[in-house]
């Protein structure tokens, strides 16, 4: 059902002196946060209908990463790390000391490059569609070799509506897939290029058993990129996960079914919030 009550307030927020992250926020500023990442391509707004649904009992802040949406996009720095290295800036700018963390497909390994390089500002970790690692994913080689090297400035809009298509519910409203659209052809080609190189060279499973956080995989047993194997390795890897499969949802569950989504999603976050740091 959606929240009538949020007020939802889009900035810009100055992490360090070369770069800003355009951010959309909402909720009690004194309430447990939740930080979400969007995965690449996708700017804060693919989170919209999620925001509308979550309570106003939780400080939610909704992030285009650098070189996405409005966000500023410098020349290079686009790998896992980089995208990291923005995460606990960003919570210092807000005033957030702990935050459960958000990710959907490739930012999933962001949040939990976060998680394993600074636990005491992770109160817990969302993972939607989350792989294991890509290295070896022969799938997302040829793509990258033939499609993502190849691309240039700008992006043609047929490649990028087909992109959002074929990521998206089967059921997405024509006038979101077109606002999907318009935030992903906000992406230079550079940005395409040094972000899937780098999701391709990843690989942190050697590190995954230090995440003590409680962690909610979300997995849509229809998803076409992402394989329910790897979420059985990610929860056995992962002391405190739990795996939740929504059934007939494809690789961004929450745009399928948005209120479970966001029942989950409060769930964890207001279960986190009653448990001590460790």
């Known amino acids: 059902m959606l929240n009538e009550l949020v007020t939802r307030a889009v900035s ?3 992490i360090n002196s070369n770069l800003s992250l355009s951010v959309a926020s909402q909720g009690d500023d004194s309430g447990p946060t939740l930080v979400l990442l969007p995965g690449p391509t996708d700017s804060w ?3 919209q209908m999620i925001l509308d649904l979550l309570p106003t009992s939780i400080r939610t802040i909704a992030v285009s990463q650098r070189g996405h949406g ?4 410098p020349a290079t720095g686009y790998r896992v790390e980089h995208f990291a290295s923005d995460v606990v800036p960003l919570l210092d ?3 957030v000391d702990r935050a459960v963390l958000a990710g959907h497909s490739g ?3 962001v949040a939990r490059r976060v998680a394993v390089d600074h636990p005491e500002r992770v109160a817990g970790l969302l993972l939607e569609a989350s792989p294991t690692t890509l290295v070896g994913d022969t799938r997302l ?3 990258v ?3 993502v090297l190849s691309l240039d400035d700008p992006i043609a809009a047929d490649f990028a509506r087909s992109f959002v298509v074929d990521t998206s519910s089967d059921d997405m409203a024509p006038e979101v897939v077109d606002q999907f659209v318009e935030d992903l052809l906000k992406v230079p080609a550079r940005v395409w290029r040094e972000t899937f190189q780098g999701l391709i060279q990843y690989d942190d499973l050697n590190q995954l058993a230090s995440i003590e956080t409680p962690v909610l995989l979300i997995w ?4 076409r990129l992402v394989g329910r194997q790897m979420q059985e390795d990610l929860e056995a890897r992962i002391a405190h996960a739990k795996l939740v499969v929504y059934p007939g949802a494809g690789h961004t569950p929450r745009w399928d079914d948005p209120s479970r989504f966001a029942t989950d999603t409060a769930s964890l976050v207001k279960r986190v919030a009653s448990l001590k740091p460790r």
């Open 93 to 95: 700018a807000l005033g």
């Open 145 to 147: 070799e033939s499609v």
């Open 141 to 143: 080689q040829r793509f």
């Open 70 to 73: 409005d966000s500023d996009k």
């Open 220 to 223: 849509g047993d229809n998803d």
């Open 107 to 109: 930012s999933c390994l």
């Open 12 to 14: 810009t927020v100055q």
């Open 45 to 47: 707004r693919s989170y």
